[in-house]
């Protein structure tokens, strides 16, 4: 990771700011080109599973961080994946380009210096709520609940973006939110006029991801706004109160969040079957996290 020079917090704030701390923190982490370039050949009627294979081994860091995800519980597949020419061919283009874009990411963020944030507990928290709305999404049998843990999983990708660009700020909203008991996302706001969760969204939307993974993210703390995708940010809300509430980890929230009875009622929910998910997912979690942080 390059260098980084902190952002005042009054040229941060208002829109405008926000545009100009997505493109600040994108000359830092960004997604790679084999992203990209994957994207190319998976939309092209001419490409094979052979040349996507081939593609990927360009990247052998990539590929083996790749691997060793495909084979935690994460994603649970029914036999080990080995090779990547055996990840194409058996786990499908659409879960070999979520892979790609979770282990990017993962990789983008890892030169945080480690006095800001503590990434294990970051990704605790991030795996668990990701696994936790995965699993409300199945339990409640919604279709294509298996789209809510890529959303899940980055929902708090913004407040990475601050504790890159805006280290002062997130000590001072740390030390508010202790004394005060508000939740980060209102303090944010009160200082910004937005919080990690539109940082989060717009800088998706900015690296050309889909709408389905980063309209969640932005409206996952007000999922009555999610529009065609209210279920995914109401799964990703509730899973974020429970687990901020219940488990370990923590993306800098901290703190218990309160569960919208709406979000309850949008996906058809109460909070005592939200307590047996959440434990289910909980056990999930611990089964996830080593392999996903690569120990």
């Not at 065609?228 to 899973?239: D, G, K, Q, T």
């Not at 969040?257 to 047996?276: K, N, T, W, Y």
């Amino acid at each position: 990771m390059a260098s980084v020079n902190p952002l005042e917090v009054t040229s941060a704030q208002g829109l405008h700011g926000l545009e100009m701390l997505i493109v600040e923190v994108d000359k830092l982490v960004s997604l790679p080109d084999i992203y990209y370039r994957l994207e190319e050949a998976i939309v092209d009627p001419g490409s094979t599973t052979d040349k996507i294979a081939e593609l990927l081994r360009s990247d052998p860091d990539l590929c083996a961080r790749m691997l060793r995800m495909a084979n935690s519980a994460f994603y649970s597949f029914p036999t080990r994946i080995e090779t990547i020419e055996r990840a194409v061919s058996t786990i499908g283009l659409r879960q070999i380009r979520e892979l790609v874009l979770v282990t990017s990411v993962v990789k983008a963020f890892e030169g945080i210096p480690s006095g800001s944030v503590n990434m294990t507990t970051f990704w605790e928290h991030s795996v668990a709520v990701a696994i936790m709305a995965r699993e409300l999404g199945a339990q409640l049998r919604i279709p294509n609940a298996d789209g809510f843990y890529i959303p899940g999983l980055l929902h708090d990708i913004g407040r990475l973006v601050m504790y890159l660009k805006l280290p002062g700020l997130m000590r001072d909203l740390l030390q508010q939110r202790q004394a005060s008991g508000q939740a980060m996302y209102i303090l944010e706001r009160n200082i910004l006029d937005y919080s990690h969760a539109e940082i989060g969204g717009r800088l998706l939307e900015y690296w050309k991801l889909p709408q389905s993974i980063w309209e969640p993210v932005v409206t996952h703390h007000e999922p009555r706004k999610g529009g065609e995708y209210s279920l995914a940010a109401c799964a990703i809300h509730i899973a974020d109160g429970w687990v901020n509430t219940n488990f370990r980890g923590s993306s800098g929230g901290g703190f218990e969040l309160s569960i919208s009875p709406e979000a309850l009622e949008r996906i058809g929910v109460d909070i005592e079957e939200v307590g047996r998910i959440g434990a289910l997912a909980a056990e999930q979690t611990n089964a996830v996290v080593r392999q996903f942080m690569g120990h």
